[in-house]
């Protein structure tokens, strides 16, 4: 489970507003100083989201919470978004080449479209099936306990 601090900002009922600042873990670190990522992080700053979550728990604004996300979630997604369409664009990329060998085509560019249409195959193929994959009520994060 991937755990965040927020902060309650609103209560209503059972539903509550958190808010939660995105921090890099760089502060820890100790190559922050010759590491690039380290640098990125000092200029881009920490990022704050609003998350608006369900819970049984009694809260009042101020209050902090732990905000939990199951990370298989997002291997699945890291999965369907990135490697798949890397792999499906290899894929065809050979295949483009075995069929340029075959009919003994001499242009490359009969490799580059089937690799393109590869890529986008499967871009369309994760865009339109990715509820069926990853379902989206593991998606919404969830308060687990008071801090």
């Not at 309650?8 to 190559?31: F, N, P």
């Not at 732990?66 to 990329?93: M, Q, R, S, W």
Request: charged share 20%; hydrophobic share 45%; net charge negative.
């Amino acid at each position: 489970m991937i755990e965040e601090i927020a902060v309650v900002q609103l209560v209503d009922d059972r539903m509550i507003s958190v808010k939660t600042t995105k921090q890099s873990g760089c502060q820890a670190c100790e190559q922050s100083n010759s590491c690039s990522t380290s640098l990125f992080s000092k200029y881009l700053g920490n990022k704050e989201m609003e998350l608006m979550l369900e819970t049984d728990l009694l809260l009042n604004p101020g209050d902090k919470v732990i905000v939990g996300l199951d990370e298989h979630v997002f291997f699945k997604l890291t999965f369907l978004v990135y490697l798949l369409p890397i792999g499906v664009f290899f894929l065809f990329a050979i295949i483009g080449q075995y069929l340029t060998e075959q009919f003994q085509v001499g242009n490359e560019i009969v490799i580059f479209l089937f690799a393109l249409f590869g890529l986008i195959s499967s871009f369309y193929g994760v865009s339109r099936f990715k509820n069926q994959w990853v379902s989206l009520d593991k998606l919404s994060p969830v308060v687990l306990k008071k801090y």
